[in-house]
């Protein structure tokens, strides 16, 4: 299989250093709701062998609910909104359990991350979800995501993890994202009504055509079907990352994808320029004060990425707080705008100053050493 651009799809997949894998409730699970420990071993091996290849890996697992659905005695999924949280509750316990302990036996530490779709549209915590992911990935550890569904009754009614596993990647930087399912990938029509339905290999290029494809949920214990897979492609290609869609019970699957074989469907991405990436999030929203800066750290910023340290900070305006989004300026001109770590009050409080001076300057030990990070800032020129 090639991709356009003259790569090949062997070639993308090679130059991956960061991947989210999405696991649904179908593939952890038997149709009894207990949990399938033959498939979460095997995917646990393939995700430790990839970390120890040096790709960086987040997993994103359905499956509270489900899992805990015949733990409280439940025949079937309830209906009633606070016994769907309690199972989600006792189930998410349940499955962290076993994901530790078998991540473990392969010589790897996981950090549960319960997280819902707001956490990436408010600026505040969108910064602090994608620190804590960069922190686990640094320190070698294997983020495992589900949505926090037994306070979140609004994720609950959704029920979306496709979603939020093309959410996470975008919030992570990812440059892959694949979607482990009961089904094949993305096929001209459904395959269970019509016998000459065609698999489609590579999806070159999005179109919300694609979504006439799509039906509802694969099976009575998930929640996604092709529609919220094709959601999640949406925004995984309008974000610069490739997504791919595969069976879950494909012999060595994550091995065989990350080498090139051409299973499932492949969505390749648009080219993105990383500095986009943060325009949707930093430049639409309400700006809550200013940020002045000095030439050198003017230069640093347009020139070399940098981000902006307190030595360059000559002054502030505005009432804002930590975690929300301000605008930076030179003299007159407006560079960038982006999140800011600290409030107003201590923004003057540490103007001007080495990093070594902040603690003392602010009386309390800075949780940053910028006042507002390079991944966190969108440059305007």
Do not use: W
């Amino acid at each position: 299989m090639s991709c356009r651009n003259g790569a090949s799809l062997k070639e993308r997949i090679e130059n991956k250093k960061k991947i989210v894998v999405k696991v649904g409730t179908s593939s952890i699970t038997y149709d009894n709701g207990k949990l399938n420990l033959r498939f979460i071993d095997q995917l646990a091996r393939q995700i430790c062998d990839l970390m120890n290849r040096g790709i960086q890996v987040i997993l994103v697992t359905s499956g509270a609910i489900g899992v805990g659905v015949p733990v409280l005695g439940f025949r079937e999924k309830p209906a009633y909104l606070p016994y769907k949280q309690a199972a989600a509750a006792v189930g998410q316990g349940f499955l962290m359990n076993v994901y530790e302990r078998i991540f473990h036996e392969y010589g790897r530490h996981v950090g549960q991350v319960l997280l819902t779709k707001g956490d990436s549209l408010n600026p505040k915590r969108y910064m602090y979800a994608r620190g804590m992911m960069m922190a686990l990935l640094e320190l070698g550890v294997l983020p495992i995501i589900n949505e926090n569904d037994a306070v979140a009754a609004d994720e609950i009614k959704i029920g979306d993890n496709d979603t939020l596993s093309a959410i996470v990647a975008s919030i992570a930087d990812a440059d892959l994202l694949v979607i482990l399912s009961d089904v094949d990938g993305l096929y001209d029509k459904n395959p269970s009504k019509y016998d000459d339905a065609k698999l489609l290999s590579e999806i070159p290029s999005f179109s919300r055509s694609l979504f006439q494809m799509a039906e509802g949920p694969g099976t009575a214990r998930g929640t996604g079907g092709m529609y919220t897979k094709l959601l999640a492609a949406e925004i995984c290609v309008h974000s610069g990352i490739d997504m791919i869609i595969a069976k879950s019970t494909v012999p060595s699957v994550l091995y065989r994808l990350m080498d090139g074989e051409a299973i499932g469907t492949f969505f390749r991405s648009e080219d993105v320029h990383p500095q986009m990436k943060k325009r949707k999030m930093i430049i639409g929203a309400d700006l809550k004060g200013k940020l002045f800066v000095d030439e050198g750290c003017r230069d640093a910023v347009l020139h070399k990425g940098s981000s902006i340290l307190p030595v360059g900070v000559t002054g502030a305006d505005g009432d804002f707080q930590d975690g929300d989004i301000i605008s930076v300026f030179c003299g007159d001109e407006e560079l960038a705008r982006g999140i800011t770590h600290f409030s107003r009050k201590d923004v003057e409080k540490i103007c001007g100053m080495h990093t070594s001076e902040m603690n003392a300057a602010l009386g309390y030990e800075a949780p940053y050493d910028t006042v507002i990070h390079r991944d966190n800032l969108f440059v305007l020129h």
